[in-house]
């Protein structure tokens, strides 16, 4: 049996609580991403939640008891809303966990960071897409974010927050991500999320990465994860690489490495030379899924079980959150691994990975298909 560390999992029931919300607080945002799952506009909605609203939200995440969710309040560019301190602070008291997901900005300024974390938020993600200028600016489809982005992550962590740097692997610029890791070092952040493609809102105009290349980026991932502490979004199929990958003592002759994983592997050596950071134990993934643990709360109050899977599950305008988180027939068939569709139904691993539900619902239409970003065939004693 896998050594028991190579994936975390959860102390309470998770289809009774959830691990982490994502409450994307707007949509409005100055940037025009070309992977925004929001398809992002540029004034707010006059139907986003209130502020007493939104309070009385923040009251029901509480109300689950402890351990009560981790809260991440997103957009959009949730520093669109002026009331943004005055939510967090509303958390804080309740005893959330309040984190922040920005957009870079000129409403990111330091005396707001100050504000923020003066009103209790603990954490602070910035998105860097690419090792450049060109790349980054070009997915944000603004000129000068990228060298705005630095700076930004300086400010935050100087300010007191935890910094988590998000990245968006794609086809374009999958082959940046040793400069990229190597950036996210620099800056000191604390996590580096990295999120997988999903064909959904803008992101449709962006090739995600084959399923065969995915699974060498996730290798990878695992033997850079000694340096810095990693995050996969959308691939939880790399829980189910960490146990297979777990004891294992020769890994290139159990798991053939390709061109891709080699190209990565090389430019990393090349470019942590000579500075190479202290390695560390890799962090074990957390066992989290769409539905399972996880949930998303869009700006006028519809709730999904991820942000890139639109499906949704209720809304929190007629029906407390607690209430469609346990209650909701959808997120209820997140939560059975064993009926999904295809490969995902019948994989040894279903119960800890499950496949991206969200990547299924894109391709398929169904959220309980085979997740098609996987190229894991399972144990033929499985089948039947």
Known sequence: MPAPSAVRHLHH??????????????????????HCRAEAIRSRNPLELSTAEGKRLLDELASFGTPRPLVVLTGGDPFERPDLPELVAHGTELGLSMALSPSVTDRLTR????ELHAAGAKAVSLSLDGASAQTHDSFRGVDGVFDATLEAARMVRDVGFRLQINTTVTSGNVHELPEVLKTVIDLGASLWSVFFLIPTGRGKALEPLT??????????????????????????????LAIQRSGVDNLDEAFPVGPLRDA???????????QEPQRRRPRPPIDVNSGRGFAFIDHVGTVYPSGFLPAPAGSVHGTPFPEIYRSSPLLQSLRDPDGFGGRCGRC?????????????????????????????????????
């Open 211 to 240: 399923a065969a290349d995915e699974e060498e980026v996730l290798h990878w991932l695992h033997d850079a994860s000694s340096f810095i502490a990693i995050k996969t979004t959308e691939a939880p199929h790399y829980r189910r």
């Open 348 to 384: 040894e691993f279903r119960t800890v990975c499950g496949g991206s539900r969200s990547h299924a619902f894109a391709v398929t239409g169904d959220p309980l298909a085979e997740d098609p970003s996987c190229r894991y065939e399972p144990a033929a004693a499985t089948l039947g």
């Open 264 to 274: 990565l592997r090389r430019d990393t050596a090349r470019l942590l030379a000579g």
């Open 111 to 114: 005396p707001v960071l100050v």
């Open 13 to 34: 029931d998770a289809s009774e609580r959830p691990f982490i919300v994502i409450w994307e607080v707007t949509r409005a945002c100055q940037l025009a991403c070309t």
